[in-house]
């Protein structure tokens, strides 16, 4: 017998889930979408349960307008992660899981306007699809160049090879404890300051996707995700990389995020936010420069990505790294304290090898210019 009732998470500052029925021959499953009526509107809101009996008089509870099931449910583990941050943050469970989806997702006029054209997620199918089939035919026709050009070449062109560099004894050591953990650890990588922490990212990532895992990196700035997405595309050309952090469009947010949900990207590289991506089968955190405090968010849900990363490895039972030449104190302490597994990169190299110099000025002797 169909269960007529679902209750549903709702992006207001309101700690209460919200029941609704289910029209008859209408079926939701836990972690979809569905767009109800609240008060005089309509909002799109999350099946969290699906209760025997509503908790009010079924006379006076409205029933659902639409199940979305355009994306998979979300995880239930994605579910769990977002009501621990919002107990432990003190924030509405649909003040945390709602805003961190793609905007498109959660606005009901995204799939009731004149121009919804069956959703976003259908019109981003679409656009990709076309985007797709273009750039066979441009690269039908490259190919096609190319092969007239070296058929007129005397040899043909070597191909260009990314080298990869050796690991030192200390990155190989790190690498080596971190590819030995089996389950739940943290790591602190504490390494100078180009004493190779990324390679160490990279060599324990391509682990990792080995075994069909997905990868999550996040960084402190958005403007380090390009420096560090064109080495992780460097190093691993056939993977898709999911990118997302704050200055994307709606749809470049929505490509990411339907990319990660689908299965289609298993690296994640992002800011703060990416840490409620979800995810379906991760095997890695990496939080790069983990004592920086961009990764707090002091406005809506005020969350430390860091801390949350630590309890989503705990829940995933995955390794957890975190990269820093100069650790903060909460995590020092930890390592400390034994808590955290700790591996140190003491001496630069490659390029960086060499050792800077320090000059002391007296600059009570100077002459002051402008103060």
Same mark, same amino acid.
């Given at each position: 017998?169909?269960?007529?009732?679902?209750?549903?998470?709702?992006?207001?500052?309101?700690?209460?889930?919200?029941?609704?029925?289910?029209?008859?021959?209408?079926?939701?499953?836990?972690?979809?979408?569905?767009?109800?009526?609240?008060?005089?509107?309509?909002?799109?809101?999350?099946?969290?349960?699906?209760?025997?009996?509503?908790?009010?008089?079924?006379?006076?509870?409205?029933?659902?307008?639409?199940?979305?099931?355009?994306?998979?449910?979300?995880?239930?583990?994605?579910?769990?992660?977002?009501?621990?941050?919002?107990?432990?943050?003190?924030?509405?469970?649909?003040?945390?899981?709602?805003?961190?989806?793609?905007?498109?997702?959660?606005?009901?006029?995204?799939?009731?306007?004149?121009?919804?054209?069956?959703?976003?997620?259908?019109?981003?199918?679409?656009?990709?699809?076309?985007?797709?089939?273009?750039?066979?035919?441009?690269?039908?026709?490259?190919?096609?160049?190319?092969?007239?050009?070296?058929? /007129? $070449?005397?040899? %043909?062109?070597?191909?260009?090879? +990314?080298?990869?560099?050796? &690991? *030192?004894?200390? !990155?190989?050591? #790190?690498?080596?404890?971190?590819?030995?953990?089996?389950?739940?650890?943290?790591?602190?990588?504490?390494?100078?300051?180009?004493?190779?922490?990324?390679?160490?990212?990279?060599?324990?990532?391509?682990?990792?996707?080995?075994?069909?895992?997905?990868?999550?990196?996040?960084?402190?700035?958005?403007?380090?995700?390009?420096?560090?997405?064109?080495?992780? /595309? $460097?190093?691993? %050309?056939?993977?898709?990389?999911? +990118?997302?952090?704050?200055? &994307? *469009?709606?749809? !470049?947010?929505? #490509?990411?995020?339907?990319?990660?949900?689908?299965?289609?990207?298993?690296?994640?590289?992002?800011?703060?936010?990416?840490?409620?991506?979800?995810?379906?089968?991760?095997?890695?955190?990496?939080?790069?420069?983990?004592?920086?405090?961009?990764?707090?968010?002091?406005?809506?849900?005020?969350?430390?990505?860091?801390?949350?990363?630590?309890?989503?490895?705990?829940?995933?039972?995955?390794?957890?790294?975190?990269?820093?030449?100069?650790?903060? &104190?909460?995590?020092?302490?930890?390592?400390?304290?034994?808590?955290?597994?700790?591996?140190?990169?003491?001496?630069?190299?490659?390029?960086?090898?060499?050792?800077?110099?320090?000059?002391?000025?007296?600059?009570?002797?100077?002459?002051?210019?402008?103060?």
């Amino acid at each position: 017998m169909q269960q007529p009732w679902v209750r549903v998470a709702l992006a207001l500052p309101l700690a209460d889930l919200y029941d609704y029925r289910l029209p008859e021959g209408m079926e939701a499953l836990i972690g979809q979408r569905v767009r109800v009526p609240f008060a005089a509107k309509e909002m799109i809101g999350l099946v969290i349960e699906k209760p025997e009996q509503p908790a009010y008089e079924e006379s006076s509870i409205r029933e659902v307008l639409e199940v979305y099931d355009d994306l998979p449910p979300m995880p239930s583990d994605w579910i769990e992660f977002g009501q621990f941050a919002g107990s432990y943050y003190q924030r509405p469970l649909g003040e945390v899981l709602l805003p961190s989806m793609p905007p498109p997702l959660r606005q009901p006029k995204a799939y009731t306007g004149a121009r919804s054209a069956g959703g976003p997620v259908q019109r981003l199918l679409k656009r990709q699809a076309s985007a797709a089939k273009k750039a066979t035919k441009l690269a039908a026709k490259t190919a096609k160049t190319k092969a007239v050009a070296q058929a /007129q $070449e005397k040899e %043909p062109p070597k191909p260009t090879l +990314v080298e990869r560099p050796k &690991l *030192s004894e200390a !990155q190989q050591a #790190a690498l080596d404890h971190i590819l030995a953990i089996d389950g739940y650890r943290t790591v602190l990588l504490h390494g100078v300051t180009g004493s190779g922490k990324t390679e160490v990212y990279l060599h324990a990532a391509e682990h990792v996707l080995a075994q069909g895992k997905q990868v999550m990196v996040l960084v402190p700035e958005i403007n380090l995700s390009p420096q560090l997405q064109r080495k992780f /595309q $460097e190093r691993f %050309p056939n993977e898709q990389i999911a +990118v997302m952090h704050s200055s &994307l *469009s709606d749809g !470049q947010r929505l #490509a990411a995020w339907v990319n990660v949900q689908t299965k289609q990207a298993n690296i994640i590289l992002g800011t703060r936010m990416a840490i409620f991506s979800p995810v379906q089968n991760l095997g890695l955190i990496v939080i790069d420069e983990e004592h920086d405090p961009s990764y707090k968010q002091l406005d809506a849900l005020r969350y430390s990505a860091r801390d949350l990363a630590v309890w989503r490895g705990h829940q995933l039972n995955i390794p957890v790294v975190l990269g820093s030449a100069t650790p903060s &104190l909460e995590t020092w302490h930890h390592a400390q304290e034994g808590k955290y597994d700790v591996c140190t990169l003491p001496q630069r190299v490659g390029e960086l090898a060499f050792k800077p110099t320090f000059e002391f000025i007296d600059t009570r002797k100077e002459r002051l210019h402008e103060g």
